[in-house]
């Protein structure tokens, strides 16, 4: 006999769409977001399921219940008054969905019925009395398809199959009467004009299907059963037809893995002998474990979504062919979306990229009813658990004895019944720390936070246990905490050149992990050069102020673990010296292109006196860059004049440059004999050109530029000059803006009436004044000229993990270039990273240290001739694979010079 559909049809133009379906143009986003997101399976058989992470599967019921009403809007004068939103933020915050309302009356009928507790009636009769207002079948359609009714009806059959069973109220039958009717009635075409929507189709199609099978069971009408195996069939066919796409996509809120569901819920649940054959032929080759992170953010790849799917896919293909095989797949989906409620807030958002901050209603509901409800029968009946043991807030990077230290803990009722006079306890090292009690009801956790001091330094085992006279399930009822209390230790050292010669000066520790937080300072006694320090056994970045001309250098990762008796730095004889002539207002116009040519540079500010010649001695390539900026007036004295003769004459080379530099020179002997050029007047600071290997435009406004010339004189320079920077290419006798000259002595002088600080743009993809300054330095001639470099001599390497043991993932550091392995207890090698990323503290420069008559440099420059890096620091994350087992590895870092060290990691599941 035929049902009487039972409709209330409502208008169109009346609804209040407030469901976003995706259009054709939604559809055709995905598809060019998914172009290259396709899986393979990975059918890896277990004989039994471990869980992968520590929780409450009760606690997860509640707290995903509890956040969905959270979501449900609350506005009695609102047409909307009921419903459920859409999303914790982005652009679905403000939609609110007839299916994502049905789906929090499924959870709340099922908590209703799981933990015997009305606590979300007044929630689900406000659900349903919106429900009432925007019908499934009236939800809105596209010129491409009315799937989205069709699919909300189908929800609703569930609805009322959940609503019906718990509460024990019959009021729904009606409207789910007229759902069903409303499905068979509506048969999606499997043949459109656009092919995602074939593959859509079949999805809701078989979605319905298995809705619609449940509803005819559950109200013994086989006219229901058997259109829902009509519609199965229908489904079934057109993905044996296409299995390439209808058993291995996602597409919309679906994956294959709803066809599965709908396929034996309509049609394999009554011809159960066909199912084993049709996983030989469909399952295995074509349906993915699990689908993974797309790596970066997109709207429309909802992997969380696609994967709950699945898992409710495989629980009920284990229901109908029991193998441990689907049932591990089952559970290690549920496991791993539960793990992304990094916030602890019930809620799961539609892909791991979306983050906490974009959970999902409907994602959330989801793996309620798809996967937690099918663990409940699995679980004990009492069974108290650790969850989880945490550093409170955020972690710092090393802690000394005397710290305060704030951490965590939480224990949770995992089992299905409440639970009495549950003893926390709280260890370290084997020393009570605190011993609570408390009762738990059904789904509910105990979250505490307690202070901690240590008193000593070394390693520290901070251990939860919970211990409950009736517990059946002993494996969650302890969880450990590894920590490193750091010790303070007294170095001593000297400053030195290469010679051995003591230099005096101030030593700075900066925190690697905060390059503002000074951890100490030391400096050179002024009888013995040594100093004395005290400082954490950490890694740390030391920086050197010495005294001139020695540079202001920073060595970026020292392990002062590695420092034995005294910690001896040798400093590098400069290869520049930096004359600051101009107030210091241009400085870093300079310094940042000689930091980026490795350029060694001492700076020497005028304000302080003249240059000491004796000095220069010390600098590898005896030459100066000296600057004036926008000084008018006396910028050198009788001294200075005879100091840079008498430096050119002992074959020094000098640049000088600076936009007044001409007139200040122009009138003095120097000039006349190692400039020796004509004035032939000033022009505006506009566009001048090079002679180099081509010609290019130079710009001294814009970017780059100081934005500070006024004028540019011209010259024409003596005939043994060398044109640098011409005005007009074409005409280098009389526009020359730089030359340079060399001289018998094998000094030289390169001449700017330009200065470097108003140089913009060579060309959009060059730096004018690093290239500028590149070419400067090859002419200065440095070949030959080792660098030097800041050296501290190690003694031992060593390796840091944290944390230890780990259950994800876990952080390594080990010697920089060497060698690394992870193995097992068998000697076999499970990783070996090829490449390590080099840690650097925060922050480029900071000249509230040193003073403005002085630079720090990073240590990027080649390394010390004959000195192990043992000192400089590398890191890389372990994340093992679902191939790697829990147990007992070892990290093994191998140097160049063959020293290596060992350490044991654990791995837990």
Sequence with gaps: MRIVKILILLSWSSIIFSTPMWDYDDMQNFLRAYENYRITIDSKAESHYIPTIRTSYPMNISDICGFVANWQLYAPDSVEHGGIIEAETGELREIIQTDNTQESVIIWSLYKSLFSSGVFDSNTA???????????????ISEYSFYYPVWNSGLALLMVIYYSEYFEDTSLYGYGDSCAAFVIDSVLPLTTAEPAYNLLHCYVTAFVAGCLAQYGEYRDEPYFIEEANSLGIRAKDWA??????AFGWQIWAMSSGTLLWGLIKSYFSYYPDELDNWIDSYILPYFPEIVPSPGEFDPYIWDNSWNIWYANGYRVLNDLSPDSVWYYKYRNIVDYLIAQDTDRDGGIPASVM??????????????????LEGVWDSLKEYDAGVIRLQLAGQELPYYLAGDTIAIEFQSANCGIMPISDVDIYLLSNFDTIINIEYDMDLGESITDTFIWIPDSTGDYSIRQIVQYLDDMNPINDTLSLSMYITPIVELVGFLMDSAGTMISGEIIFYSIYDSSEILATAETDSSDYQFNVSIPEIYTKVCVRPEFPFPDICFDSVDIASVTDELNIILPYPQVLLVQDDGGIYREYFTAPLDT?????????????????????????????????????SIFSYEDIEFMSEFIDSGGKIVLT???????LIETSFWDEYIHAANTGSGEPILLCDIWEEQRYLCTRGDGSAENQVSIDFMVPPDDATAWIVQDCSVIDSNVVAFSRNFSSHGKILFSSLGFEGMGKLSPAQESRTELFAKIFTWLDPAGIENERLCIIPSKIDIQIT??????????FVPAEAKIEIYDLRGNVVYAPSILQFLSPRGERDDSVFGYESEKRSSSLPPCRDVPKGLMRATFIWQPDETISSGIYFVRATTNYGNGITKRIVYVK
Excluded at 615 to 624: G, K, N
């Design 126 to 140: 406000l659900s349903l009395d919106y429900v009432a207002r925007f019908p499934a079948y009236n939800e809105e």
């Design 240 to 245: 044996e037809a296409h299995p390439d796409t």
């Design 354 to 371: 979306h983050g906490d901050t974009m959970d999902m209603s409907w994602v959330s509901t989801y793996l309620v009813f798809m996967g």
């Design 597 to 633: 040519l490795n350029i060694l540079f001492s700076l020497w500010d005028r304000e302080i006196g003249e240059i000491p010649p004796e000095t220069m001695e010390y600098f590898q390539w005896q030459s100066i860059l000296w600057f004036t900026g926008d000084c008018e007036d």
């Design 658 to 664: 600076g936009q007044y530099i001409l007139e200040n």
């Design 803 to 812: 944390p230890n043991p780990f259950n994800s993932s876990c952080k390594i």
